[in-house]
C-alpha cells in the first residue's frame, strides 16, 4: 500500500477546500498512491488517528467540496514542540504514519502550519524516513513570504471589494455629513484593507481614506485626513485594518478595556475606537462596521481564480511528492500582470514559517492614508472570475460536514 | 403635460430600485404620462425641486438599476408637520406639484414614509386636489401592517440564511467549545433574526437557539440554553436580534454606556454585552459577530423572488393611480405558501403609519429561544431565485449614482 495524509489547520478560508480537491485529484490521477487519508482537525487528527478515507469521494461531490468555504476537514491551532524539547510527538507520528502505509503528507496552512510540516520533514531526515512532507500554503491575510500571494486571499479581497462598493451606495443616500469606517482583517499585514481600493470607479472615490498596520498610526493626522475629505463630500468611508497601531508599535485595539454595564470588562475593536474618537473629535455622525468573519467565509462571493490557483497549488504538491521532493511548500510565482499569468513552484519550507510578508511602504502614498497604483495592480487580478454556487431553495449548497459536527447533527 | 414624480425615503434596501423601476416602466407602459421626475433625496428633493427626469433610461439603465442596492434617488429623514402645525409646507409642495404638471406622486419606503405620503393624501383632499398620492412599501425589518411582507425583507433575509450558513461551516473546525453570537437588524421586530433557522439543514442545527424582541430577555435563561446545548456539542451558534428588551421592555443595549481609553463615552450592541456575559459567567470562548449594514445592502445576493416583487408593486401602484385610485399603499396578500402565490392589492395609507407588525408570538417557541415552523413556512418561498449580476473585472455593476455623489467625484 501506498498511501497518502491531507490536513488542513489554521484560519478557514473559502479556498482551503479547493487545495484539499487539488490534492486529492493529484494522488488520484497519478496513479500512485492507494489511499487518500483526510486527517480531522489537523495534526491533532494524525494523533489521535482520526482520518477519513476520501478516495471514494465522487466528481459531483468534490465539485462540491471545491465551492464549501472554510476546512471541510476541520483545524486546529496545535503548536508542536520542537524535536529537542518532545521528540516522542515527532515518534508517535512517525509510527502512526509508518503503520497506515503513509508515504506523503500535506498540510495545508498559514505560518503555523508551514512551521509544522517543516519540523516533520526535518525530523523525517533526521531519522532517514523516506516519507515526503509538503505544505500547499493558504491565509487570507497573504502574510505568507515565498509566494507571490496565498490562497484565500483573493476570494476574501472579492467580498471586501463588493461591499465596499455596496457601501458606497448605502452610505450615499443622505445629505447629512457622515463617516462610516469599515474594519478589515489583518492583524500584522495591510493587504486585505488595502484591497478595498478596487471598490473605487467612475462615480464613487469610496473609500476615500486607507489606513494599514504597516505605517504608524496617528489620531490627529487621521482627524485631519477626515476634515480634508469632507470638504469635498458629505460621505467619508474609511478602510481601516484591525492591525493600527500607534506609534510606539501598540495595537490601538490593545488597551481599550472597558467596562459595561454588567461589570464585565470589555475589549473593543480599533472600528468602535476610532468612531468615538470621530465622534467626539469632528461633530459628526459616525458608524464602524467590521466586516469579521464573512471576509473568510462567504463563499457565494469567491474568486473564481483564487480557487483555481488553489486547487493546482494542492495538485502540484503531490506531483513534486511523486517527483521524490520533500520539505517545500507550493508558490505562486506572477510572471505578468496584464494578461495575468504565473507558474507553480516551489521554496523551502525552512525560510517561510514565523515570517511576515507586509505590503512594501512604496505601496502606500506618503501620507501613509491611501494605496499607490502598484498595490491596485497587484491586487487586481486575484480577484477575477465568479464561481458558480448550487442554490437549493434560495440557500447555497455547501459540502456536508457531519464527519465534524455530527455530535450534534444527532443530538 | 401630465408627469408624475417617484421619490425613495428611509434606510436603504437591496429591493427599493426594483420598485423605482416599477413605477418607471409603469408610468411608461400606460402611455398617461409624459415625464417621470425622480426627486432626489426623497420628499425633501420636492421641496427644493431636485428632479432629475427618469422617462429617458434605457431598458439596459433599469436593468442595472433593478439590481442596485441602496436609493438611486437618495432618502431622507424628513419629519413632516402635521397640516395644523404647519400648513405652509402643504402649500409649497402642491405649488411645486402643480406648476410641474405633476398628477401623481409615488413615495417608496417604510413607516415614516407611509405616513408623509398619507398626510400628503389627507391635505390634496382637504383642498380637493386631484393630484393621486400612493405608497409603495418597503423595509427590511418587514414590520409594516397590511402587507403579507416588506419589499427587501427576503433579500436582507436571503443573505442572513447564507452567512448563517457559512458561519456554520466557518465555526465548525476546531474542536474548542466555542459560543458565536451573530447579532441582526430589526429593532422593534425579530423577522431578519427569526430568518436565521433557514440556515438548518441536514448536517447543521445552527442557529442553535434564538431571540427576538417579542419576548422579554432573561439573562438567566439564555446562559441556561446555551449550558444545555454545549452538553451536546462544541460549536453553539445564536441569533440574536439587536432590539432584544429586558423583563422591564428596556433595550440591553440602551444603557452600556463605557468609557474608552481615550476616555470616550462608548455605546456597545448586544452582541458585544452578551459576549461578555457569556466569556465572564460560563468560561468559555465566545465572538459576537454583527451583520451590520451588509445585510441591508448586500445586493449580489438579493432574493429574485422579492426583486420581482418589489418591481410589482411599484408598477401596480401607478395601474391604480391611472384607475383614479389616491391615498393608498400596494400590499401584497398571500394567496398559498406551496407553490408560493400571492396577489397585489392596496390598503389605506391612513391605518399604516406608526404601527408595527411584530412576528406573532405562536409563531415562536414557548422558551422563547427559537421558532415555531410556521415561521420558517411563512419566510421559505420569500428568499427564492437568485439574481444576474453584471461583474466587471471581478467587481459587481451597479448602476452610476453621479447624480447624489456628483461633488465627491468631481472634487
Tied chains: 1, 2.
Excluded at 491531507?6 to 484539499?20: D, F, R, Y
Excluded at 459595561?260 to 473593543?268: A, E, I, P, T
Excluded at 505590503?359 to 472570475?385: C, F, H, Q
Aim: with cysteine.
Amino acid at each position: 500500500m501506498n498511501n497518502i495524509i491531507v490536513a488542513q489547520s489554521g484560519g478557514p478560508t473559502t479556498a482551503i477546500n479547493a487545495s484539499l480537491v487539488g490534492v486529492i485529484k493529484g494522488a488520484l490521477s497519478s496513479g500512485g498512491y492507494d489511499k487518500v487519508f483526510g486527517s480531522l482537525y489537523g495534526i491533532s487528527g494524525v494523533l489521535n488517528e482520526e482520518f477519513i478515507e476520501l478516495e471514494g469521494l465522487s466528481d459531483k461531490e468534490l465539485d462540491c467540496i471545491y465551492t464549501t468555504p472554510s476546512s471541510y476537514l476541520g483545524s486546529c491551532r496545535y503548536k508542536m514542540p520542537s524535536i529537542e524539547e518532545d521528540s516522542s510527538i515527532y515518534e508517535k507520528i512517525f509510527e502512526i504514519l509508518q503503520r497506515n502505509e503513509v508515504t506523503a503528507f500535506f498540510y495545508i496552512g498559514g505560518n503555523d502550519s508551514m512551521d509544522t510540516i517543516s519540523k516533520l520533514a526535518e525530523y523525517g531526515s533526521s531519522i532517514g524516513s523516506d516519507i515526503r512532507f509538503a505544505g500547499v500554503p493558504k491565509t487570507i491575510d497573504n502574510d505568507l513570504v515565498s509566494t507571490d500571494h496565498t490562497p484565500g486571499f483573493g476570494s476574501a479581497a472579492k467580498f471586501i471589494v463588493a461591499s465596499m462598493l455596496e457601501f458606497a451606495h448605502d452610505t450615499s443616500v443622505y445629505q447629512t455629513p457622515t463617516v462610516t469606517l469599515i474594519e478589515i482583517m489583518g492583524r500584522n499585514a495591510g493587504w486585505l484593507t488595502a484591497s478595498a481600493a478596487l471598490a473605487r470607479n467612475e462615480y464613487s472615490e469610496i473609500p476615500q481614506l486607507i489606513y494599514l498596520p504597516e505605517v504608524p498610526f496617528s489620531q490627529d493626522a487621521f482627524l485631519d485626513d477626515i476634515r480634508e475629505v469632507m470638504k469635498t463630500t458629505n460621505n467619508v468611508v474609511v478602510a481601516i485594518s484591525e492591525g493600527l497601531q500607534d506609534e510606539n508599535g501598540e495595537y490601538l485595539s490593545a488597551t481599550t478595556a472597558t467596562e459595561d454595564k454588567f461589570g464585565h470588562s470589555q475589549l473593543s475593536g480599533v472600528g468602535k475606537l476610532l468612531e468615538n474618537l470621530v465622534k467626539e473629535e469632528l461633530g459628526v455622525k459616525c458608524r464602524s462596521v467590521e466586516i469579521n468573519i464573512l471576509q473568510r467565509c462567504a463563499a457565494h462571493m469567491a474568486s473564481a481564480t483564487d480557487l483555481e490557483e488553489s486547487e493546482l497549488l494542492g495538485e502540484k504538491a503531490v506531483e513534486y511528492a511523486i517527483q521524490g521532493k520533500t520539505g517545500y511548500m507550493t508558490t505562486i510565482v506572477r510572471t505578468s500582470n496584464e494578461p495575468y499569468e504565473y507558474e507553480i513552484e516551489t521554496a523551502d519550507l525552512d525560510g517561510i514559517a514565523n515570517q511576515v510578508k507586509q505590503v512594501p511602504r512604496e505601496w502606500i502614498n506618503s501620507a501613509g492614508n491611501d494605496v499607490t497604483s502598484e498595490m491596485i495592480d497587484y491586487v487586481k487580478p486575484l480577484v477575477y472570475g465568479e464561481v458558480d454556487i448550487e442554490y437549493k431553495d434560495g440557500v447555497p449548497v455547501y459540502a456536508d460536514i457531519s464527519h465534524l459536527t455530527g455530535a450534534a447533527c444527532h443530538a
